[in-house]
């Protein structure tokens, strides 16, 4: 049997993803941060007959980190795919985010992510056939105003998953990595505003105003489960892409910025966003 690691599993893509592949017959182990949400995942696969391992795990601390791969579930199983889900959202300018929480946003979407996976590298090498699928975002391909420290965060994952298809190439481990558009998940729910992002101190304020506005009006949000789809057939595919964009707004997004000028691209860009 297939075992399958998913961190972030206990809310969004994650606990999609994790619901789906257990129904599908893969063992699955999702980690998460809160206890709480880890017991009622486990208690809601229980409820359809389904069985789903869960292993608390903070990516703010290495040693969480450590201790939850020293435990006696991944001791004991052998993992074959690796799902680097969990991360969230920081909002706000750049001049107004102070460096702890930019050192937090990097701490949960890029550090954890690249601590975990060295450790469990060795398991997948021994896999023969294992796999890594980083969750991205749209947003690690294209930068949008007042998100810069996600964005950076998310246009790293996009360099380290290139670097490690390569390197593991030779040990038969692919890595793939996953970039959704706008989906209905708790996402935006668990971003984080910078203490100092609404600051009368800066001015942003009317920019900031205009954004939200502008977003409203251009939000689609589509079903998760497209995302879960696309991950299962991918741990099922022999031969993995690098990189599978879903939802129609990030697939024209790209195209937009394949085929326009740069500067009519980031023009058009601007003026969606912030009408400036």
């Given amino acids: 049997m297939t075992t399958v690691l998913i961190t972030g599993a206990s809310s969004g893509i994650g606990r999609v993803t994790a619901l789906r592949l257990a129904k599908k017959r893969y063992f699955v182990i999702g980690t998460g941060r809160s206890r709480t ?3 009622k995942l486990s208690r809601d696969a229980e409820k359809i007959g389904l069985n789903i391992e869960t292993i608390q795990i903070d990516f703010n601390s290495i040693e969480s980190i450590d201790n939850a791969f020293k435990s006696s579930l991944l001791t004991k199983s052998k993992v074959d795919v690796l799902i680097n889900n969990a991360g969230f959202g920081m ?8 460096h702890e929480e930019i050192q937090v946003q990097f701490q949960t979407n890029l550090f954890g992510p690249m601590a975990l996976t060295r450790l469990v590298i060795p398991q997948l090498r021994e896999s023969r056939n294992g796999k890594i699928i980083n969750i991205g975002s749209i947003l690690g391909r294209i930068g949008t105003p ?8 998310k246009f790293a ?13 030779p040990f038969g481990i692919s890595v793939s990595i996953v970039e959704p558009g706008n989906f209905v998940t708790e996402f935006e729910k668990n971003q984080i505003r910078g203490k100092d992002s ?3 101190k800066f001015p942003y304020r009317e920019l900031l105003q205009k954004y939200r506005t502008r977003r409203r009006s251009f939000d689609r949000a589509a079903n998760p489960d497209k995302v879960a789809r696309v991950i299962e057939g991918i741990i099922k595919s022999s031969s993995p892409k690098l990189r599978y964009v879903v939802g129609l707004d990030a697939s024209l997004a790209l195209f937009a910025r394949q085929i326009l000028p740069e500067k009519l691209f980031f ?3 601007r003026k969606m966003s912030m009408g400036k």
């Fill in 37 to 39: 949400r880890l017991q």
């Fill in 198 to 200: 609404e600051s009368t």
């Fill in 267 to 269: 023009h058009i860009l």
């Fill in 91 to 98: 909002w706000g300018p750049l001049e107004t985010l102070s």
């Fill in 157 to 169: 994952v996009e360099g380290l998953s290139e670097s490690l298809r390569l390197e593991l190439s």
């Fill in 146 to 153: 007042f998100n810069g420290a996600y964005v950076a965060s």
